[in-house]
């Protein structure tokens, strides 16, 4: 974890929102507050702060250091905003404005509810928590694997990554109508993992259809991947990414130090509110 040098609570607006692919919603936010966000590419996250229904006000943490989680749960729930955490999908410094891609298909969490009704001047507040993206040690090639949680962590990898970089991305999405253009360096290969039509993954419980994620793990075990040694980053569900680890460590051999992790949900777990 890269953690950024200054980080504050922002007050941010929504400035616009559309439907870029049928599972995807992008919210623009902006403001001054932007003037106080440093971008730091690849996978850069940040805590984002949603007001509660029929909030008159948002009513954010003022401290930006690890204590700002104690004044939050210290403040009555009611008057407390849900906070999910986000990946920048792209930030403009020149306009002051920062996009985010909100995954809603069906759900009606706090996130999706947000995304799907955001309005401009809407105001939400974030908090900068640096890149999750960190390779320590050597390595000839990329191996990046995510479900659709994870997409703009990988399209900011990819964006972020030098022309001559070497890897592997999969990317595992609920349909072939949400896969996304973004910049990939011609050397590492990219590939969509659509869900829909797919059936059960060995991944999968016997008689269930595809867990999300499961398709994605079922890929990695079965690839071909490139000789050389590798750092691997998967992100998305949490049985998908210790599933990646475990088959690259176990049945692969890459060291343990050359695999990061980050678990963004749990399937049939709602997050806490």
């Given at each position: 974890?890269?953690?950024?040098?200054?980080?504050?609570?922002?007050?941010?607006?929504?400035?616009?929102?559309?439907?870029v692919?049928?599972?995807?919603?992008?919210?623009?936010?902006?403001?001054?507050g932007m003037e106080?966000?440093?971008?730091?590419?690849?996978?850069q996250?940040?805590?984002?702060?949603?007001?509660?229904?029929?909030q008159?006000?948002?009513?954010?943490?003022?401290r930006s250091?690890?204590?700002?989680?104690?004044?939050?749960?210290?403040?009555?729930?009611?008057?407390?905003?849900?906070?999910?955490?986000?990946?920048?999908?792209?930030?403009?410094?020149?306009?002051?404005?920062?996009?985010?891609?909100?995954?809603?298909?069906g759900?009606?969490?706090?996130?999706?509810?947000?995304?799907?009704?955001a309005?401009?001047?809407?105001?939400?507040?974030?908090?900068?928590?640096?890149?999750?993206?960190?390779?320590?040690?050597?390595?000839?090639?990329?191996?990046?694997?995510?479900?659709?949680?994870?997409?703009?962590?990988?399209a900011?990898?990819c964006?972020?990554l030098?022309?001559?970089?070497?890897?592997l991305?999969?990317?595992?999405?609920?349909e072939?109508?949400d896969?996304?253009?973004?910049?990939?360096?011609?050397?590492?290969?990219?590939r969509?993992?659509?869900?829909?039509?797919?059936?059960?993954s060995?991944?999968?419980?016997?008689?269930?259809?595809?867990?999300?994620?499961?398709?994605?793990?079922?890929?990695?075990?079965s690839?071909?991947?490139p000789?050389?040694?590798?750092?691997?980053?998967?992100v998305?569900?949490?049985?998908?990414?210790t599933?990646?680890?475990?088959?690259?460590?176990?049945?692969?051999?890459?060291?343990?130090?050359?695999?990061d992790?980050?678990?963004?949900?749990?399937?049939?777990?709602?997050?806490?509110?």
């Amino acid at each position: 974890m890269v953690k950024p040098a200054d980080a504050h609570v922002l007050t941010l607006d929504v400035v616009g929102s559309k439907r870029v692919t049928p599972s995807m919603v992008r919210v623009t936010l902006g403001g001054e507050g932007m003037e106080h966000f440093a971008p730091m590419g690849f996978d850069q996250w940040f805590r984002l702060f949603l007001p509660r229904p029929d909030q008159d006000s948002l009513r954010l943490p003022t401290r930006s250091s690890g204590m700002w989680y104690v004044q939050y749960r210290a403040t009555p729930k009611a008057q407390r905003p849900f906070v999910r955490n986000y990946t920048v999908r792209a930030v403009r410094p020149d306009l002051h404005e920062l996009d985010v891609d909100f995954v809603v298909h069906g759900d009606t969490g706090p996130a999706s509810s947000f995304a799907l009704s955001a309005r401009p001047g809407d105001r939400v507040g974030l908090l900068d928590q640096g890149i999750g993206y960190n390779p320590r040690a050597p390595h000839d090639w990329t191996l990046l694997v995510a479900d659709e949680t994870g997409l703009p962590a990988v399209a900011g990898i990819c964006e972020s990554l030098p022309d001559d970089a070497r890897g592997l991305a999969l990317v595992e999405i609920p349909e072939d109508g949400d896969a996304q253009e973004f910049r990939v360096p011609a050397g590492v290969e990219l590939r969509w993992i659509p869900r829909h039509g797919a059936g059960r993954s060995t991944a999968a419980e016997p008689g269930h259809e595809a867990v999300p994620g499961g398709l994605a793990l079922d890929a990695v075990r079965s690839a071909d991947l490139p000789s050389g040694e590798v750092y691997a980053y998967a992100v998305g569900e949490s049985g998908l990414v210790t599933g990646v680890r475990r088959h690259l460590v176990a049945e692969r051999g890459v060291p343990k130090g050359n695999i990061d992790f980050v678990g963004y949900w749990r399937h049939g777990v709602a997050a806490a509110s």
